[in-house]
């Protein structure tokens, strides 16, 4: 089992920045890729940026490039999602994720089919 622990989020200007991170504890050591999701009060899940292990790859929601970096610290099994140039339409409560599942690990970050998911952390963008 792995376990995530989201935490970072709060309530800022637009315009504003925020750093999300996300600790895996437990078997982490069989993850092969971290991600965020997000989701709005009325609107489905979607994707926001997702990593892999191999290679490093990242992987971002086109709502999000240029804004959004998500990074790994490898020493404490942390990812982390720094969201600069916020708006309002990013308010949402973040999920991070991870995948343990060996093979197409960034297929499946993206869309979501993955083995864990933390309990989420709300984001609040003012206009």
């Known amino acids: 089992q792995v376990q995530l622990v989201e935490s970072g989020g709060g309530l800022v200007q637009a315009g504003g920045s925020l750093r999300l991170s996300c600790g895996a504890s437990g078997r982490s050591f069989t993850i092969h890729g971290m991600g965020w999701f997000r989701q709005a009060p009325g609107k489905v899940r979607e994707f926001v940026a997702g990593?892999?292990?191999?290679?490093?790859?990242?992987y971002y929601a086109d709502s999000v490039k240029g804004r959004f970096t998500i990074f790994r610290d490898n020493a404490k099994n942390t990812v982390r999602l720094q969201m600069n140039s916020l708006k309002p339409d990013d308010t949402a409560v973040y999920y991070c994720?991870?995948?343990?599942?060996?093979?197409?690990?960034?297929?499946?970050?993206?869309?979501?089919?993955?083995?864990?998911w933390g309990q989420g952390t709300q984001v609040t963008v003012s206009s």
């Open positions: 994720v991870a995948d343990t599942t060996l093979g197409a690990t960034s297929f499946r970050l993206q869309r979501g089919t993955v083995d864990y």
């Open positions: 990593i892999t292990w191999s290679g490093g790859s990242t």
